[in-house]
């Protein structure tokens, strides 16, 4: 794992703060608007155009050549999922939305998982345990720890949960570039990487399923990812500022 960090100034901070905020209330209209019946690619237009009225434009479109305005992540697909015109969303969908706008040349980056109806127990012990994890590992990014404390911190929720930690897919630095260093993962094992310092931006990101932690890329579009059993999976994530105190949750927004 690599020692490697980026401290970000304090005029990269102001522009970094407001393009998270931005992104923040693009994630929150889209999962307002998102309903049974459209299609993951009509969600996908959608985000287009909201992203689109910031000001802004997509974090991901052309990415690596990732074809999409957002990812859309439905049941078993954990991440980078793809709009479709033939893939319908249902009311006993979960879905996942990851967001990213440029705005100003500062990133956001975040994600929420989401339902349309009441949740079955497994299910609604996979959405609130994934969003906790997220919660304590942020939580434990307070300056003087590491990113070694966030990585315990969220795979001890995720034990706690019994929800599997996937392992291939990591958080990571973000601000002006969409992955900076350092790595941040979801469970421990790899030493105690950086240091945590004011002016640290980072994507806290757990991605936890109901089944096993194995997952198996779409070799049919090179993106979607899937878990190896077809179990349901979830994916939350915020993008948090270090500070000399509390870390400051650059994406909050009150739907989470
Ligand atoms: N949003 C993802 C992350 O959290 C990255 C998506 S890259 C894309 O790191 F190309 F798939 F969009
Ligand atoms: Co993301
Ligand atoms: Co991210």
């Known amino acids: 794992m690599s020692g490697n960090r980026i401290i970000h100034t304090p005029e990269e901070i102001i522009r970094i703060r407001r393009a998270a905020a931005v992104t923040a209330q ?19 237009q959608l985000a287009g155009s ?16 990732y074809p999409g305005n957002i990812c859309i992540s439905v049941n078993d697909v954990v991440i980078h999922g793809i709009g479709r015109p033939d893939q319908i969303i249902t009311e006993d969908d979960i879905v996942s939305i990851d967001v990213g706008v440029v705005i100003d040349n500062a990133m956001g980056d975040t994600a929420l998982t989401f339902g349309f109806k009441e949740p079955s127990k497994e299910i609604k012990r996979l959405l609130d345990g994934t969003q906790q994890a997220l919660m304590e590992g942020i939580s434990a990014a307070v300056c003087g720890r590491f990113i070694r404390d966030i990585s315990a911190a969220v795979e001890k929720c995720a034990r706690r949960n019994r929800l599997a930690i996937v392992r291939d897919y990591v958080g990571h ?20 990487g950086p240091r945590l310092e004011p002016g640290m931006v980072l994507c806290i990101e757990p991605m936890l399923n109901l089944g096993t932690d ?39 927004q009150k739907t989470m």
């Open 173 to 192: 630095g973000c601000g002006i570039q969409l992955h900076e260093p350092p790595e941040v993962p979801n469970y421990t094992g790899w030493g105690k």
């Open 214 to 252: 194995s997952v198996r890329l779409d070799r049919s579009d090179g993106w979607t990812v899937r878990t190896a059993d077809g179990r349901p999976s979830a994916h939350f994530e915020h993008m948090i500022l270090i500070t000399d105190n509390e870390p400051e949750i650059l994406t909050w």
């Open 26 to 44: 693009v994630r929150d209209e889209i999962a307002r608007l998102a309903h049974p019946g459209m299609t993951t690619f009509d969600l996908d």
């Open 50 to 65: 909201l992203i689109n009225a910031t000001g802004g434009r997509s974090a991901f479109k052309n990415y690596h050549g």
